[in-house]
């Protein structure tokens, strides 16, 4: 029996943003609460951090599948360096170590973390707000210590609430957290993860992953400044390959505070520590390199991945960019290729691989590929969307696809979509402002109503809450197109800031089609509201079928005794039966009899 190489397949789609879309899920935060910043004076309970102060927690995780194990268990202690406006910053390490990577290459695993430095950054929520790891921290490394820490992903209660939802971040992507108060002595609380977005359209390449189940309980002790206490919980994930059953992996984890565990801390440099969230670094090259001796093995390896069945487009584009890196001359052999007879099926994984390469003259050759009027608008197209994505966004590349937009073609289309998402991949705040006030001067100039929509596309790839406005104007146009294209583009956008304009254009929305779009604008970014429960119930009878599935999704998500109340009622009336099942998924069926 082939080996699934699974451990493999989960780290290049959570790591890889760019190799699997040209849509990006980035956030400098790994918790986003719906109001901003958390409203400290409203909560029954709240972290006590103050500097100097030291604690250590015994963690564990076993990831199982297909008889294969992986474990992690080591000691993190923790130290507050500083505590300024609210915020902690906790240098921390790892002690007592143990790691087994029974589920990855050798040249794929990571290296133990153990007495290697790092920081944090803690509000009084007891909410790990972000993280920075010291320069001799190794990248799967930082990803295999961010993968635990989200495992801690938990938010306390404002005061006389016993449920309550933020939008966060995982190795996976964005979903919503779902938290319930369990008791308040001990102060128990309960967390489940809901509407994952996958990060990147990894199916696109024949990954496919889906997030089965995830429960997990947190417990703090009142009685000690408020980090946690306990935690436990397990998460179910399936992955599979395009044509393979699927691979069921599941995970167990769990903490345990206990002080007495605390070591010394080493010191290192806040000002020199790589503070990228660790689901966005570049994907490593060197381990998968194989035997191959020259580029014409390369090659056929590369159409041979892409031949199999079922056809292997990831990796076909991982190692052909693997080898295009250490040979940046063979660049224009693969081109030569492309401008020949190179097979529709691979000539997509090709133009990743030129991406993924890194190389500078690849990007040299994907920017004249746009231009190329003796290349299909397909292959042009392509070459756009991987300039956008390739390394570390660039003026010089804003120009050129702003420029290549400027030909009213396809990929002139392609070209502006890749420029909003330029902004989302960017750290350069000048180059940010100089896309988003290019933009911005487009969407207000322009009078063809084609170009408007794909300049609300392109603003919703930014994922920059200033565009809120813009874009809530656009939701009042008597095109309901615009107005249906301005709403999925808001769901991209801040959930906080977004939220508000959502509600009310829903408020005041007639057409059927543009109120489903803003329904599921609304689920996307985690959005709940009493106000929002009356305008759903309003629709919750709907004779669109589409807004009427949309209003019922929404409603269950709201996780509400109201909410719950509407859908028991309506099943009662209700005489599709699939609308009937849609219900079953979000109310216990004992409170349907």
């Known amino acids: 029996m082939r080996r699934v190489n699974i451990k493999r397949l989960l780290v290049l789609a959570a790591v890889t943003v760019a190799v699997v879309s040209a849509i990006a899920y980035h956030s400098s935060r790994h918790l986003r609460s719906p109001e901003g910043e958390f409203a400290h004076t409203s909560q029954t309970a709240s972290c006590i951090l103050s500097q100097g102060q030291t604690a250590a927690f015994h963690l564990s995780s076993t990831v199982e599948a297909e008889g294969q194990k992986d474990i992690f268990e080591g000691v993190m202690s923790w130290q507050v360096e500083e505590f300024n406006a609210g915020i902690a910053r906790v240098r921390a390490t790892f002690s007592k170590v143990t790691l087994t990577q029974n589920m990855t290459l050798p040249a794929e695993r990571a290296v133990s973390p153990e007495g290697l430095p790092f920081f944090l950054q803690v509000d009084s929520n007891c909410a790990i707000i972000s993280t920075a790891f010291a320069p001799q921290w190794q990248p799967k490394t930082r990803l295999l210590v961010a993968t635990q820490l989200d495992n801690l992903t938990f938010l306390l209660p404002e005061s006389g609430k016993t449920q309550w939802q933020v939008a966060a971040l995982d190795g996976l992507g964005d979903y919503t957290a779902h938290f319930s108060l369990l008791s308040q002595k001990p102060l128990q609380i309960q967390r489940q993860k809901t509407d994952h977005l996958i990060r990147g359209a990894a199916d696109v390449f024949g990954i496919n992953i889906s997030l089965n189940k995830s429960l997990a309980t947190a417990t703090f002790n009142t009685a000690q400044p408020l980090w946690w206490q306990a935690v436990s919980g397990q998460e179910q994930i399936s992955i599979s390959t395009a044509g393979t059953p699927k691979v069921v992996m599941n995970q167990h984890f ?23 969230i660790p689901y966005d670094l570049p994907p490593e090259f060197s381990e998968l390199i194989t035997q191959h001796q020259s580029y014409t093995e390369a090659y056929n390896a590369f159409n041979s991945a892409i031949t199999e069945q079922p056809p292997r487009y990831f990796d076909a584009a991982l190692e052909m960019a693997a080898w295009l890196k250490l040979h940046p001359e063979d660049i224009d052999l693969l081109v030569a290729e492309l401008r020949g007879q190179m097979d529709d099926e691979a000539r997509p994984t090709a133009f990743l691989a030129l991406q993924l390469s890194g190389q500078g003259k690849a990007r040299e050759v994907l920017s004249s590929m746009m231009f190329d009027a003796t290349m299909s608008q397909g292959d042009q197209s392509r070459a756009a969307s991987a300039l956008a994505d390739f390394g570390t966004p660039s003026q010089e590349v804003a120009d050129l696809l702003m420029s290549r937009a400027t030909i009213k073609d396809i990929a002139g289309n392609t070209s502006l979509l890749g420029v909003g998402s330029m902004v989302d991949r960017s750290a350069d705040p000048a180059l940010r402002q100089y896309i988003m006030e290019s933009l911005q001067q487009q969407l207000v100039s322009t009078t063809d109503q084609s170009e408007r929509l794909i300049l609300i596309d392109s603003i919703g790839n930014t994922g920059d809450g200033t565009f809120v406005d813009a874009l809530s104007q656009e939701l009042t146009s008597p095109s309901e197109a615009t107005r249906s294209r301005a709403a999925d583009a808001l769901s991209r956008l801040p959930a906080e ?9 829903l408020s005041l929305e007639n057409d059927p089609r543009v109120s489903k779009a803003l329904i599921d604008a609304l689920k996307h970014v985690g959005a709940s509201s009493p106000e929002l429960v009356d305008l759903l119930e309003r ?46 998924r979000y109310v216990p069926a004992k409170a349907l009899r």
Do not use: C, M
Request: charged share 20%.
């Open 497 to 505: 800031q977004a939220q508000p304009a959502l509600v009310n254009a």
């Open 254 to 276: 769990s903490l345990q505070r206990d002080d007495q565990l605390f070591i010394a801390i080493p010191q290192t440099d806040w000002n020199l520590a790589e503070k990228t």
């Open 539 to 584: 629709r919750i009878s709907s004779s669109n079928s589409s807004q009427h599935a949309a209003t019922i999704d929404l409603l269950g998500a709201q996780h509400t005794d109201r909410a719950q109340q509407l859908l028991i009622t309506q099943y009662k009336r209700e005489t599709d039966a699939n609308i009937k099942k849609l219900i079953g």
